[in-house]
């Protein structure tokens, strides 16, 4: 922003100098028209002399101005072109740089020469300019590879240092890196890498202690600490494999010596957990298979009897659905057990007759069909079998009988016109022209067509409510046509 505020200034002084220069060229034009009119009123005898001299003096006036005086826009261009390279190019790449802190005699010489170009081409010194461009680039171009050199090299050095455990020394060759270049990803990601030094040495001290002492899970605890912070460690790569070896050998045999003596005990919860702990280390072991039978035997019973006395409880809750459920896992143990065949075909009517009832309740307004209604007093009539079992059964075979007598009961609808309109009630028949009427209609919706020569034609659908003994409705047609 501060180079293109300079150039914009720059333009302007030379957009007025400019017209500076026109105006004299102007003013010295007309005064040589004046100069010769005046000599054109001269006398005869001097007209040879003076034409002469008006002629010389006509000459000089009307002489053009220097070109030093006009500026050279071709060399203009060129600065701006160069100027506008450094601009996008070399300053991004420069940026890079903390070049006060890296080289702080290099960043004022830069800075320098950008000032100085900007001075001379805001003057209109467009050559020198030039050449104080051409010597910021050339210096530009230098110090960006001298400092990726340099970078190059810090960056290797941090690298050794950082494999060698050193950490000062990394951290040192590390911040110059990035002095030189704060963008690199690399320098960025080995940062932070080295920043964790300090805590990889002291886990390397922590599991050294524990490898003495032979306590192989805190070691190898240590160990998947450390990968975590460093995970190219190929010596503890290595370690964690041998420790992981023994270990998991370890906890299988006490995993399958567990499960044998939970079995004993009756105890299948536990068993089956060491089994599926010995499992996740070694799955294919012979050891896994035959204690997995013993358990398979010892859980089909307990499922039984569990199944058993959920479906009980479930039924003396209501609770049909997960009585139904457990009646069927049952029977999958035990496929011949008459009493859990019996719970399960009364249990699955229950649930058959409480879902068909709930839908019907859900959608009163269907049972103003007769069919409907009498095939459903008809079911409600065979769920009272089963009402003494299920009190939400009775419940609702109650609730659906009072909305099939609600629904075929009829309702007063009082009708509200001007006695001009003729009303009519779609699939039912003709009310007429009246000011007051009232009608029977059962609950339900409906559409009332009103008519009247001249007037357009109105519709009103309603919906009849069964829980209500009346009803109003005003058709009127008044909006001509």
């Not at 293109?4 to 102007?26: G, P």
């Amino acid at each position: 922003m501060e180079f293109e505020q300079k150039i914009l200034a720059a333009k302007e002084k030379r957009h007025s100098h400019f017209i500076k220069v026109a105006m004299v060229l102007v003013i010295i034009s007309l005064l040589c028209a004046l100069v010769i009119i005046l000599l054109s009123y001269s006398a005869a005898s001097n007209d040879s002399d003076k034409g002469v001299e008006a002629v010389k003096q006509k000459e000089v006036l009307s002489a053009p101005v220097s070109s030093s005086e006009i500026p050279d826009e071709q060399l203009r261009k060129t600065y701006i072109k160069a100027l506008s390279h450094y601009q996008n190019i070399l300053k991004a790449e420069l940026n890079k740089i903390d070049l006060i802190k890296w080289n702080k005699a290099r960043y004022e010489q830069l800075s320098s020469l950008r000032d100085k170009g900007l001075t001379e081409f805001s003057a209109g010194d467009y050559v020198s300019a030039i050449s104080s461009i051409e010597q910021l680039t050339q210096l530009s171009q230098t110090t960006i590879a001298e400092s990726q050199q340099q970078f190059e090299h810090a960056l290797s050095n941090a690298h050794n240092s950082y494999n060698a455990d050193q950490y000062d020394d990394a951290k040192l060759q590390i911040g110059q890196a990035l002095m030189l270049d704060n963008t690199s990803i690399k320098a960025a990601d080995l940062s932070v890498n080295i920043d964790k030094l300090p805590e990889i040495i002291d886990q390397l001290a922590k599991i050294n202690t524990a490898k003495i002492e032979n306590k192989l899970d805190t070691e190898l605890k240590l160990i998947k600490q450390l990968l975590k912070l460093a995970p190219n460690r190929t010596e503890a790569v290595k370690r964690k494999q041998v420790l992981t070896q023994a270990i998991n050998q370890r906890n299988f045999n006490s995993y399958i010596s567990q499960a044998h003596k939970a079995l004993k005990q009756q105890d299948t919860e536990t068993a089956k957990k060491k089994i599926i702990s010995a499992k996740k280390i070694f799955p294919n072991r012979q050891e896994v298979a035959d204690v997995t039978l013993a358990l398979q035997d010892l859980e089909s019973k307990q499922r039984f009897k569990m199944h058993q006395e959920k479906a009980q409880l479930a039924m003396s809750s209501d609770d049909w659905p997960t009585a139904k459920k457990q009646l069927e896992l049952t029977l999958h143990e035990q496929a011949d057990d008459s009493a859990s065949q019996k719970y399960l075909t009364q249990a699955t009517k229950i649930i058959a007759f409480n879902t068909e009832f709930e839908q019907h309740i859900k959608s009163p307004y269907r049972l103003s069909n007769k069919n409907l209604a009498s095939k459903l007093e008809n079911k409600i009539e065979l769920a009272s079998v089963f009402s003494d079992l299920s009190s939400s059964l009775s419940k609702n075979s109650n609730t659906l009988s009072r909305l099939i007598k609600d629904m075929n009961r009829e309702v007063s609808v009082e009708i509200s016109s001007d006695n001009l309109t003729t009303i009519s009630v779609r699939s039912v028949g003709i009310v007429g022209k009246t000011q007051s009427k009232t009608i029977k209609l059962l609950p339900g919706e409906y559409t009332f067509e009103g008519k009247r020569k001249g007037f357009k034609s109105k519709l009103i659908s309603v919906l009849i409510p069964y829980d209500k003994p009346h009803f109003q409705i005003s058709i009127y047609c008044d909006e001509p046509i």
